[in-house]
């Protein structure tokens, strides 16, 4: 059975003292309040990975980097490697978000060099994929986003690829004044699923978790995580408080 899974992408958001309360709290509610077959995940900061180690139960809550270096060391001033993030006790880091491609000019070509570095070190990577406005109004998005998943995850071996959790992030519907409905979600999310067999088998696919990426709140969360084929949520700026975040946990 595959994972049911609530992560949140903490972004640009907490400064450190800030971060450690934050995460003080969700660890706090979940710990009482949350179901134990929900996987919750804390993407946070560099500057957190550590303390927010310290501050939660791992065994209960993992922690995101929000992004890793495509080069494992090196003259790369500013550059956070997989290995370093590993160090800190993290185990999973976001890579492929709709932001990083967008303002940082992420290429598959790079995207694949970050995921072979973060397998190598052990970290389980949380692959973001989705389509922005003008592709869904052409009603092309499965087409563009079965081209993300061919130039990069595709062309990871089976066993590599059965490591990995996918997040499809409705991009057209983020900030945009347009709104995804739950049954968008399960349309795509099910396709994704579906090449996933094509390229793996069925197997591979029913195993695999695939989150909604979109803008999952306490109040939408359970409609969301009724969806068959919708695992569970990568959450923004519902993240930042303890409390909605944990209703979107007890979405499912």
Known sequence: MRKKIVAGNWKCNTNLQEGIELAKSVNELVAKKAAD????????????????VESVNTERIGVAA????????????????????????AT????????????????????????ALALENGLTPIYCCGEPLEVREAD????????????TIFKLPES???????????????????????GQAQEIHEFIRSIIAEKFGKEVAEETSILYGGS?????????????????????????????????INGF
């Open 37 to 52: 077959d929900v996987v919750v995940v804390l993407g946070v900061p560099f500057t957190h990975l550590t303390n927010v």
């Open 66 to 89: 929000q992004n890793c270096a495509a080069e494992a060391d090196g003259a790369f001033t500013g550059e956070v490697s997989a290995s370093m993030v590993k160090s800190t006790g």
């Open 92 to 115: 999973y880091v976001i890579l492929g978000h709709s932001e990083r491609r967008e303002y940082y000019g992420e290429t598959s070509e790079v995207l694949n060099k970050k995921l």
């Open 140 to 151: 092309v998005q499965n087409d563009y986003v079965k081209k993300q998943l061919e130039e």
């Open 160 to 182: 590599d690829f059965r490591k990995l959790v996918i997040a499809y992030e409705p991009i057209w519907a983020i900030g945009t004044g347009k709104t995804a409905t739950a």
């Open 216 to 248: 999952a709140k306490p109040g939408n969360a359970k409609e969301l995580f009724g969806n068959k084929d919708v695992d569970g949520g990568l959450i923004g700026g519902a993240a930042l408080k303890a409390e909605d975040f944990l209703g979107i």
